[in-house]
């Protein structure tokens, strides 16, 4: 069964920590791996990673994919207060297979 | 502005009463997904359409359906919802191909008593 595991499931930082969350996944066929941003509302797409595109930045976010070790990290450098959310990994698999959401990992930040 | 407008956002209604969630999406999106979202479950994925008039069900279908007569429109359907449905849901819009799930709609919190 696919799976993906996210750690750790929780976490408080103080402003202008770095953070690293991980995203580890056991899929059949992989073929891309998102990740999302959820504060009160919807998730907010972050970036998509593939076997071609292992590696984004945006701004103090970024994010690699290891294909080897079947797991992608997320890295939040200098955190502000409105970086606490939630963030979420799901892997897409082949074909029309829905996506493999994590559970999430609960980021709080504090001044 | 691109758009996943979800109507209503906040529903409390009783057993056995048929409702429909709508989705509509100014993208001119090909796919569509309906989402639920349970404490400790995370994201389940109810429906999935690839484009109009093609749909299929994701891993929690039971008790939903959808129908896909337009590109921009992706309702949700409960026919006699029960309270095991009581939960946030999301509609979810994308190109396709690898990152389908690009746009979520903004929720709507269903309470079935």
């Known amino acids: 069964e696919d799976k993906v595991v996210q750690s750790p499931l929780s976490l408080v930082v103080h402003e202008g920590d770095t953070v690293t969350l991980n995203c580890s996944y056991e899929v059949t066929n992989f073929r891309s791996l998102l990740w999302y941003k959820q504060e009160k509302k919807a998730p907010t797409f972050l970036f998509m990673l593939?076997?071609?595109?292992i590696e984004k930045k945006s701004g103090r976010l970024s994010s690699i994919l290891d294909k080897k070790e079947l797991s992608s990290i997320l890295n939040i450098t200098a955190t502000q207060t409105g970086d606490s959310a939630i963030y979420l990994c799901a892997v897409l698999n082949s074909g029309n297979t829905p996506l493999v959401f994590g559970k999430g990992t609960r980021l709080s930040v504090i001044a | 502005e691109a758009q996943v407008t979800q109507n209503p956002r906040y529903l409390i209604t009783v057993t056995g009463k048929k409702l429909t969630v709508t989705c509509s999406q100014n993208m001119n999106h090909e796919y569509m997904s309906w989402y639920r979202q349970d404490p400790g479950l995370g994201l389940r994925q109810i429906y999935y359409s690839m484009n109009v008039e093609v749909t299929d069900k994701g891993d929690v279908p039971e008790g939903y359906k959808v129908s896909r007569k337009e590109k921009r429109n992706f309702p949700l359907i409960l026919e006699s919802p029960s309270p095991n449905q009581t939960s946030l849901y999301f509609c979810?819009?994308?190109?396709?191909?690898?990152?389908?799930?690009?746009?979520f709609g903004p929720g709507t919190r269903l309470t079935v008593t």
């Open positions: 979810a819009t994308g190109q396709g191909g690898l990152g389908r799930e690009q746009y």
């Open positions: 593939t076997s071609s595109g």
